[in-house]
């Protein structure tokens, strides 16, 4: 990303409410298993399922604290940036067959949104920062493939 706060769409919120919601609820379930196998200690295979359940308490608490900094970042985000492409850009693009195509540039990937270019892609990874009138290279599926950025707008953000 670009290192500043990244816009999300509606969609891409509400994605991660839902998510935050599931792992809180995975987590309480979690950590009553492991307040349960506190009363006695059983052979190494119950010591082995408490550490099991110490490690997955460990991974949903490192997810959820990603998911709530990335709510949190993108409420104080604001509208994306017409000036360069960063997340929740709209990026109107002439390819090098002379194909045009607008995109909006996302976090997530969002249900059958054929616009919607990820972030993380390999068109997306090139995109981030670039500004109207650069041309950018990446590997498609068909091989290298060129584009030149022709616009930027805000966009919803995604």
């Keep these: 990303m670009t290192g500043a706060p990244e816009p999300i769409s509606e969609t891409g919120r509400t994605a991660l409410e839902r998510e935050l919601a599931?792992?809180?609820?995975?987590?309480?379930?979690?950590a009553a298993a492991v307040r349960g196998g506190d009363e006695e200690v059983g052979d190494r295979a119950d010591q082995a399922d408490e550490l099991q359940r110490a490690d997955q308490l460990d991974r949903l608490d490192d997810r959820i604290t990603v998911v709530e900094a990335r709510l949190r970042e993108a409420a104080a985000a604001g509208a994306p940036s017409t000036e360069s492409v960063g997340v929740g850009s709209t990026v109107t693009l002439r390819f090098a067959d002379a194909d045009e195509m607008t995109v909006r540039i996302?976090?997530?990937?969002?249900?059958?949104?054929?616009?919607?270019?990820t972030a993380d892609s390999p068109l997306g990874r090139v995109?981030?920062?670039?500004?109207?009138?650069?041309?950018?290279e990446y590997e498609a599926p068909g091989g290298r493939t060129t584009a030149l950025v022709l616009s930027i707008g805000g966009g919803e953000a995604a």
């Design 22 to 30: 599931e792992l809180r609820t995975e987590r309480d379930a979690v």
């Design 127 to 136: 995109l981030l920062g670039r500004r109207a009138g650069e041309t950018v």
């Design 106 to 117: 996302g976090e997530l990937a969002e249900e059958l949104d054929p616009e919607l270019v």
